[in-house]
């Protein structure tokens, strides 16, 4: 199993979004037995907590829900266990990289790393904003998605 996990600040706007597109995405390729997705927060924060009413509300306006997951925090494990450790902006990459042994610190980068026609690197904190701000977060997502498929499929999968 090629394991995938998506990082932002508080687990409960981007990186679950990330979450449920890219594991509807393997879903729909056939791939949920060899590809599994997970997310996580680098603070305590909202721990237990679902996902963002506004992140739920996009992501039903796109077909798919994620009103099942529950942010949790990162954890040391994590960087042994998984094979992707994404980060959503880059201070999520300085929280990860100040806690990454050496040896694993190859599976930490940005999401937007797989989107590289994308003008962006970062996918922004939609937090304090409003609803558009989250339908650009997903549209971001969806951008990396099929090259963090293809990166996978390539790398681990032989294709
Ligand atoms: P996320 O968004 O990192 O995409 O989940 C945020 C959620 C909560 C807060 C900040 C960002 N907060 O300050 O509580």
Redo the contacts with the bound molecule.
Sequence with gaps: MIRVLFV??????????AEGVFRALVNEQGLSDRISADSC???T??IGSP??NR?RGEAKRRGISIDGLR?RALKPDDFDIFDYILA??SS?LLNLEATCPDVHRVKVRLLLEFAPGHPERE?P????GGAEGFAQ?FDMIDAAAAGLLADIQRRHLGN
């Design positions: 932002c600040l508080g687990n409960i706007c981007r990186s679950p979004s927060g680098t603070s924060w909202h996902p963002d992140a942010a959503m902006d999520n996918v904190d939609p937090y304090y977060v």
